[in-house]
């Protein structure tokens, strides 16, 4: 099987050479809820400097924006007004990158991987202008989240908005460069496409439907309490305070979720969660974010030499 995944491979390549390459280098992040996927997409984008998209923030928006008409997810009865949301939202999202990208380098840190490979680029997400970068992640949007995703023409309205995309191209900044932020200079994908750099994309099916000529796609997995252990690390750092916490607090019960939300989103009917056939599969469980990224870029720089 892998013999002929590097046959095809190597055939996509040949092909390839002969052309000026005219798209990105493309690389598709899959896997289950907190298996370290945006964590691990936006330092592999910072260390290839390549652009970063998280198509999660896409589904919490409208999930957010559901909530705050006080339309329930959970009833069926309402997917055409959901989508319909789905449909008018404006979402935009900004990465700032903490510091140049080491590309200058060839991919690789010009110091040691741990004191660079930390500066944790972040996202900021805009729904019709508003920072909603910390509404999108609280409790009661990811409790519903998987609902909303579930409806195939929300999808399709998140299909058209990640093609579409106007995302900033916050790149080359450093940390002190926020003021300026709101500059979006609203390129457009049409524009990334013709761009030499690359993408990094996360979410549950850019391997197998958003992008499926990725040239690497990575399948990332960990035992479920592992997510749990590292989300509750993640809701207690970010809680602005302990009242954002209620009924979070138990790993028993984060864990719960994780699961809950997964099996929602493997057994949907629409662009289900699963590893592509082409995909190399991660178990971040025993590793460190560090080994993880490096693992990835490790691989793109391999496949880019090959072409
Ligand atoms: N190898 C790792 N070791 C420790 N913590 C990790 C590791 N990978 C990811 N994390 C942490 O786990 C949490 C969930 O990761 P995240 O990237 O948000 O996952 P996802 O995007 O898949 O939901 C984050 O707080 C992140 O910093
Ligand atoms: N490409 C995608 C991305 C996310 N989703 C759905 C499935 C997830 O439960 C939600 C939220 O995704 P997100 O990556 O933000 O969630 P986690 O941070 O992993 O908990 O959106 C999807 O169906 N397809």
């Known amino acids: 099987m892998i013999k002929l995944l590097m046959l095809r491979h190597r055939a996509f390549c040949r092909a390839f050479s002969t052309s000026v390459r005219t798209k990105p280098f493309q ?114 949007v990811s409790k519903h989240v998987s609902a909303v995703a579930a409806i195939g023409n929300v999808r399709e309205a998140v299909l058209q908005k990640v093609r579409n995309l106007g995302a900033t191209d916050a790149h080359v900044k450093g940390p002190n460069d926020s003021k300026n932020d709101n500059n979006n200079s609203n390129s457009g994908l049409a524009a990334k496409l013709s761009t030499p750099k690359g993408l990094v994309m996360d979410g549950r099916d850019i391997g197998t439907v958003v992008l499926p000529h990725a040239d690497l796609k990575v399948f990332l997995v960990a035992d479920s309490r592992v997510r749990a252990e590292r989300r509750l690390q993640e809701l207690i750092m970010n809680a602005a305070d302990s009242t954002e916490l209620q009924g979070q607090l138990d790993v028993e019960a984060v864990q719960k979720d994780l699961e809950r939300r997964d099996e929602l989103d493997r057994t949907r009917k629409v662009s289900p969660l699963r590893k592509a056939e082409d995909a ?28």
Do not use: W
């Open 27 to 140: 690389v598709a992040i899959d896997g289950p809820a907190a298996s370290g996927k945006s964590t691990t997409a936006k330092l592999v984008a910072q260390r290839l400097g390549f652009d970063y998209i998280d198509t999660g923030a896409f589904y919490r928006c409208i999930t957010f924006a559901t909530l705050s008409k006080g339309i329930d997810p959970s009833d069926s009865n309402n997917n055409h007004q959901i989508s319909d949301i789905a449909e008018r939202s404006v979402i935009q999202l900004q990465t700032v990158f903490a510091e140049p990208p080491p590309a200058f380098n060839n991919g690789q840190p010009s110091s040691s991987l741990s004191t660079r490979s930390f500066l944790l680029p972040t996202t900021r997400v805009f729904l019709n202008s508003k920072d909603v970068s910390s509404d999108i992640r609280t409790g009661i």
């Open 280 to 307: 190399m599969e991660l178990d971040t469980s025993n590793l460190t974010i560090e080994e993880q990224v490096d693992a990835i870029v490790q691989e793109a720089l391999h496949r880019q030499r090959q072409c």
